[in-house]
């Protein structure tokens, strides 16, 4: 009965540890489903069966990147988020690559890892044209809205707000005509876990941005949880919750099914991970 209550302690006490709240939150969100008996997102609500995952290619050689695509390809993945940022001349060379490599059934979103500055990005944008670039994540450093907001209205529209989005704060901040972005990258251990995500979430929906659904390196726990509510949440559009296939080893299993590149959930109860 103390559930949402004890939530929003964990906020005013963790307040600076976003990591440290999502996991407590995690952790209270599956309890609290296996209580029910249910999957976390039926909870919410389920609206999406599966979703496919983006697969992430690091700033690496032509010939390495080529070699990762192909690989990856052929695991069953159809999106390749490619990092850039370096060098605008050599990115656009290296998408191409990339596109001729893998063809045009595969779609490629860019992250730029804060790369880029005004021009770069148009001028990236404009020589890729026919490249189909599926959208940029957070192009500028964070705190330049008002650099963003003077990028054509298309341009910002494939914009994804990342490090610029790590609060309900901030998502009302973007939500202000001209909107800077037309995505919200929401990661749960950036922004303090499931109970602010969908906060950031209902923002969303209102104000009509689409969702995608982020991660760093993490276990198979905080990977599942964003899964689970992603399903639930009608705005969700993308997903590149790959963080956990890195990993040399997990503490858990289960979680997910990863099927031809799609993320479903096990329909077990709460986050359905078994620890090892």
Known sequence: RYFH???????????????ARAAVGIAMHDLFAKFLGI???????????????????G???????????????????????????????QDIMLLAKLREKVGPAVKIRIDANQGYDIRSLQYFAKQTQQLDVEFFEQPFPPGQLDLMRELP???????????DLLSSVNAVQLAQKPYPYGIFNIKLMKCGGLYEARRIAGIAEDHHFDLMWGCNDESIVSISAALHLALASPATRYLD????????????SGGFILKDGYLYTN???????ELK
């Open 39 to 57: 999957p976390l997102t039926d909870y919410w609500g389920r609206v999406h069966k599966g979703l496919p995952t983006s697969i992430t290619i």
């Open 5 to 19: 209550a004890i939530l929003q302690r964990t906020k005013n006490h963790l307040s600076r540890f976003p990591a």
């Open 241 to 252: 919750l790959d963080g956990s296939f890195d990993l040399a080893r997990d503490v858990v």
């Open 267 to 273: 329909d077990k109860p709460g986050l359905g991970v």
């Open 59 to 89: 700033i690496k050689s032509v010939q390495e990147t080529l070699e990762e695509a192909e690989a990856n390809v052929q695991l069953g993945f159809r999106i390749i988020k490619l990092k850039t940022g370096r060098d605008v001349e």
């Open 153 to 163: 209205a298309e341009l910002r529209q494939k914009c994804a707000a990342d490090e």
